[in-house]
C-alpha cells in the first residue's frame, strides 16, 4: 500500500490552493460570528441577572442618581462567568455546522470539476496522486482507498482513532473498492461531510478507480501473454535442439559412416543404411508432434467440427458422443485450438482416470461466447484429482482468452467440465 507523502501536484493541486485558501476565511467567520453571538447573549443574561437580582433587593433602576452597587455588578458576572465555556462551544457548534452545510454547494462544483491527473505515470501513481490531492481539497486529516488490487491501494494521512465515512466505491452495479474518509476538523471541533458531496466524490473516484484497474489488467494480461510467448519458444527451442537436432544430427553422422564403409564392408553399411530408414522415421515423428504442438495439423485437414469426430473416434470402454452444430462459422484460431485442446485434455483423463461408461461432448456457439461441456457418469471428480496439471492446463487455456472453466459433480454421478471461452 502506498503511504508515501510527496508534493500535491496535478489538476487538484490549484483546486486544493483555494480550497485551503476557504478554510482559512471560514475559519475566521466562524470565530468572529461565534464572538458577536456570545457577547449578545452575555449581554443578555448581565442585564437579565442584574434585574432579577435588583428588583428582588429592592434597587430602584429608574432613579438615575443611585449608583449601580459594586455588589450587585458583580452578582451579574457570575452567570455569565459560569456559563462562558459551555455557552461559547455550543455557539461555535451551531455556528459551524451551520456554515459546513452552506459550503456543500462550493465542494461539490469543485468535486464535479475532477479530470485525470496528468502527471501521473502509472495507475498506482495515478491513486496515490488522488487520495493526497483529495486530502487536500476536503481538508480531510485522513483518505485511503481499498481494493483487491494490493497495488491500487493508497493512503494520505495517518489514521486516528476517530470513526471514518466509508464510501463502497461501485462501477457497473459491481463493488471495486471502498473510500475511507475521517472527518476534518474546524476550529476544533469535528465535522461531519455533506452525503452530496461524499457522493460526488464517491462518483468520481470510482471512475478513476476503474480506469486504473483496467490499465492494471491490461498490463497484466500482456505480462502473461509476453511470458507464454517466450515459454512456448523456450520449449520449442528445446524440442528442436535436443530432439529433432540431435537425431538429424546422428542420422548426418551414420550416413557418412555407411558412406565409408561402402567399398570395403557394403553389408555392415547396409545395415547402417536400414537402422537410418528407421531413425528417420522417429525424426519425422518427432517433427510431426513439434508442429502438431504448435497448431494441431487436424485442425487445418478438416476443421474444429472433423477434428472433434476424430477426437472421439477411438476404442476405448468409454462410449463418446458428439454434439455439435452442423456447421461451424469460422472461429479466431486461437479459440479453435482452445476448443480442442480443452476436449483432449477431458476425453483424456475420462478414458484415464473417469471409468465412465458413457459421456458427452456438447459445443454451443452464440453471438458472445462458445461453450464446451463435457460430461461423464463416472464416480465423479476425486479429490486428489482436482488441482492435477491436465486440470490446470484446461484452465489457463480457457482463462488465456478471458474465459472460464467450471469443473463440477453431475447429478446423478459423474463430472462435468465446462468451458466458455469469450468470441
Known sequence: MYKKEGKNRG?????????RAYNVRRTVA?????????????????????????????????DESLPIPLWLAIGALIP?????????????????????????????????????IETAQTAEQLMLTLVQQLAAMLDAPYVAIETAYASLAATSGERSDSPLRV????????????LLIAPREVAGMPVEFNDRLLADVARQVSLT???????TDLQASRLRIVTAREEAR???????????????????????????????????????????????????????????????????????????HELLNIRTTTEFELIVPATLPALPAAVEIALYRIAQEATTNIIKHAGAKQAILTLELSDQAAILTIEDDGPGLLAERSSGVGLHSMRERAEELGGTLVIQSNQPRGCRVTAEIPL
Open 11 to 19: 489538476i487538484f493541486s490549484g483546486k486544493a490552493t483555494v480550497w
Open 30 to 62: 466562524i470565530g468572529v460570528w461565534s464572538l458577536v453571538i456570545f457577547l449578545f447573549y452575555a449581554l443578555v443574561v448581565y442585564v437579565a441577572t442584574m434585574s432579577i437580582i435588583g428588583t428582588a433587593a429592592g434597587y430602584d433602576f429608574y
Open 80 to 116: 455569565v462567568l459560569a456559563t462562558t465555556w459551555p455557552v461559547q462551544r455550543w455557539i461555535r457548534r451551531q455556528v459551524t455546522f451551520l456554515m459546513a452545510w452552506e459550503e456543500a454547494d462550493d465542494a461539490s462544483s469543485l468535486v464535479t470539476q475532477l479530470t485525470p
Open 167 to 178: 464510501l463502497p466505491l461501485q462501477h457497473g452495479g459491481e463493488t471495486i473498492g471502498q
Open 209 to 215: 478507480l476503474w480506469a486504473a484497474q483496467l490499465s
Open 234 to 308: 523456450r520449449q520449442l527451442l528445446r524440442d528442436l535442439h535436443d530432439g529433432l537436432g540431435a537425431g538429424l544430427a546422428s542420422i548426418t553422422l551414420q550416413a557418412d559412416t555407411a558412406l565409408d564403409l561402402l567399398p570395403d564392408d557394403p553389408q555392415t553399411a547396409v545395415q547402417i543404411l536400414e537402422s537410418l530408414i528407421e531413425q528417420s522415421g522417429q525424426t519425422t515423428r518427432e517433427l510431426r508432434r513439434i508442429i502438431d504442438d504448435l497448431r494441431p495439423a487436424v485442425l487445418d485437414d478438416v476443421g474444429l467440427h472433423g477434428a472433434l
